[in-house]
């Protein structure tokens, strides 16, 4: 079964106000790069986890972040707290979907390092 829009947004609504066309071309990307075989049952998961990550690359204003809280502020209070460094550009880490790509990456038996 192919990933369709209606898939990727129910699970990343962050992108809900995106074109169809921009979701799809997501859904595409990924699914170029999702062997069905090596996937098996997760393979449309995959994708709909790593189409919202390249959606969430493409729309930084739209992205829900991944990682540690640097600051927070409440009414007139700010706060700021030291964290680590920011995850390499284009890792998986940089987006909350990435994370969860990497985390079902792993779930896989032919999983390997990228």
Known sequence: M????ADV???AKEFASLTSAEIERA????????NATAWGTKANLATI???AHFLSAWNP???????????????????TYAVGSAPAAGDYGS??????Y?????TIPLWFPT
């Open 95 to 100: 987006s909350r979907w990435g994370v969860e």
């Open 61 to 79: 204003d739209l992205a829900i972040a991944a990682g540690a809280v640097s600051s927070e502020t409440v009414g007139e209070v700010s706060r």
């Open 27 to 34: 859904s595409d990307d990924a699914e170029l790069q999702i």
């Open 2 to 5: 192919a990933v369709v829009v």
């Open 9 to 11: 947004t129910n699970r």
């Open 102 to 106: 990497k985390r079902l990456m792993r």
């Open 49 to 51: 986890y790593l189409a």
